[in-house]
């Protein structure tokens, strides 16, 4: 049985460029850095810098950072301010602020939790919506 999100990896084309967004821009804590390679942590997440040639995707996936209601406008401006593109408006409950690293991986802020979302849902449900 799984027990839990163990790490995330991603691809970068360059280790420095991609390490001051997660560390200096974002927050993450860094732990070590080689020259293809750095092991981050964001609280209790691994998360994982690899160098190699990055394929962005044109689908929805993404990775979605939760971040407090009271910060959320600090960190949103502050990522404005620095000129990183965003990808997509929200349209769905709770406030989120959807950008791309410097990879064109797709990231989110996100205000909110799978509570609000369901709670959301029953006011306003999508199609074909079943809970569980």
Same mark, same amino acid.
């Given at each position: 049985?799984?027990?839990? +999100?163990?790490?995330?990896?991603?691809? #970068?084309?360059? =280790? /420095?460029? %991609?390490?001051?967004? &997660? #560390?200096? @821009?974002?927050?993450?804590?860094?732990?070590?850095?080689?020259? /293809?390679?750095? &092991?981050?942590?964001? $609280? /209790? =997440?691994?998360?994982?810098? *690899?160098? /190699?040639?990055?394929?962005?995707?044109?689908?929805?996936?993404?990775?979605?950072?939760?971040? *407090?209601?009271?910060?959320?406008?600090? @960190?949103? %401006?502050? +990522?404005?301010?620095?000129?990183?593109?965003?990808?997509? #408006? $929200?349209?769905?409950? !709770?406030?989120?602020?959807?950008?791309?690293?410097?990879? !064109?991986?797709? @990231?989110? +802020?996100? #205000? !909110?939790? =799978?509570?609000?979302? @369901?709670?959301? +849902?029953?006011?306003?449900?999508?199609? !074909?919506?079943?809970?569980?």
């Amino acid at each position: 049985m799984l027990k839990g +999100l163990n790490h995330i990896t991603i691809a #970068v084309n360059n =280790l /420095d460029e %991609s390490f001051d967004f &997660y #560390v200096n @821009l974002l927050g993450m804590t860094a732990h070590a850095k080689w020259i /293809d390679g750095a &092991y981050l942590t964001l $609280n /209790d =997440l691994w998360f994982c810098l *690899s160098c /190699d040639t990055v394929v962005t995707s044109s689908d929805y996936s993404h990775l979605a950072f939760d971040v *407090s209601a009271t910060n959320f406008e600090t @960190l949103k %401006s502050h +990522l404005i301010n620095k000129k990183i593109k965003q990808w997509q #408006v $929200n349209k769905s409950e !709770g406030r989120s602020f959807y950008f791309l690293d410097p990879n !064109g991986h797709k @990231l989110e +802020l996100h #205000v !909110g939790s =799978l509570s609000s979302r @369901l709670a959301s +849902l029953k006011l306003t449900p999508y199609g !074909g919506l079943e809970f569980y």
